[in-house]
């Protein structure tokens, strides 16, 4: 049965709390927007020689040249080359050259979770991205925690026959449908402990460090204090890595699809470690038509597979389905 969306109860500041962050030129318009509007922000995209454009749930706002959001394009703010550098010394703390590692990966990291992806220019050594130069295009992300965001999920996943540990869960939805917060909660919630049980070790492989965020060491969004994060690792090999050095009880992970991720699930799964990971697609259907992923549904690893989707908003529960492809929920 469809829930309301538990993404909508989205804590207000989070895009307060990235204008620190930001050019003086974006910052001080932005600043002018409605506190409503930035409670909801969720990106800032600036290109050059376009429109600054808000993107707030369903709703695409422009920034205004005069400060404050617009819908007609004819007020927008629209940043030139001088704009984009600015842009960039405020991103990299003027130390644009020191974040190349980083720059591989196409985004950077800032205090709060807050992520700035980027567009340019690649510059290849040996056929792979050695980093990114002449950005065209940034989009700035807002993170926000979102307390619960897996609250209707989580009691779904264990069973009298659990021992206390969760099922082995794929959570699917298209982008940007909060499967990640979700994962997140999860991550959090197991680690934490509460009225499901004891709290578990968790390893979370965050390839994309879009689940803890990690900056200097520290995960800059809550995870739970049992929870050891391998930050930037290729999923496969870094739930190989967590299994032999930090033994978890659960697994975590964003968005599978590759044979090696599969191999590696279903290793963990037969060493008794639960995994719960993510995957793009729009059903469980989709999911069995994947080579990969679909194998593990078919063989019954995945005891759970929930489905979220924006009907009602970030984080709307569509469904949730057993092994044996028969809905619970």
Known sequence: MREEADLLETRPGGAQRLLPYLPPFLRNALGQAPPALLAALEEIRLRQGAPVLLRCGREEWFLAARGGAVKE????????????????????????????????????????????GLA???????????????????????????????????????????????????????????????????????????????????????????????????PQLPIGMRTDVLDACPKAEGMMLLIRSMAPQVLICDEIGRA???????????????????????????????????????????????LYSRSNGPGTLEGVWNGKGERIC
């Open 260 to 306: 090696e991720d599969a191999a590696a699930i279903l290793e963990a799964a037969r060493a008794g470690i639960k995994v719960i990971a993510s995957a793009h697609g729009g059903g469980r259907e989709e999911m069995l038509a994947r080579p990969a992923v679909g194998g593990l549904i078919e063989a019954g690893v995945f005891e759970r597979l929930a």
């Open 73 to 116: 394009r004819e007020a927008a703010l629209i940043p030139g080359a001088q704009e984009m550098r600015e842009s960039i010394l405020a991103i990299s703390q003027s130390s644009f050259y020191a974040l190349e590692e980083e720059l591989k990966r196409g985004f950077i990291t800032l205090p709060g979770g807050h992520r700035a």
């Open 120 to 218: 340019g220019k690649a510059v290849l050594e040996n056929g792979a991205v050695k980093t990114l130069k002449e950005i065209s295009g940034i989009n700035f992300r807002v993170a926000r925690h979102v307390p619960r965001a897996a609250g209707r999920l989580l009691p779904l996943l264990f069973t009298a026959a659990g021992a206390g540990l969760p099922a082995h869960t794929l959570i699917v939805s298209p982008p940007g449908c909060g499967k990640t917060t979700v994962l997140r909660d999860l991550a959090f919630s197991l680690s934490e402990g509460g009225r499901w049980g004891r709290g578990l070790q968790v390893g979370v492989v965050d390839e994309r460090s879009e689940l803890a965020a990690m900056l200097n060491g520290q």
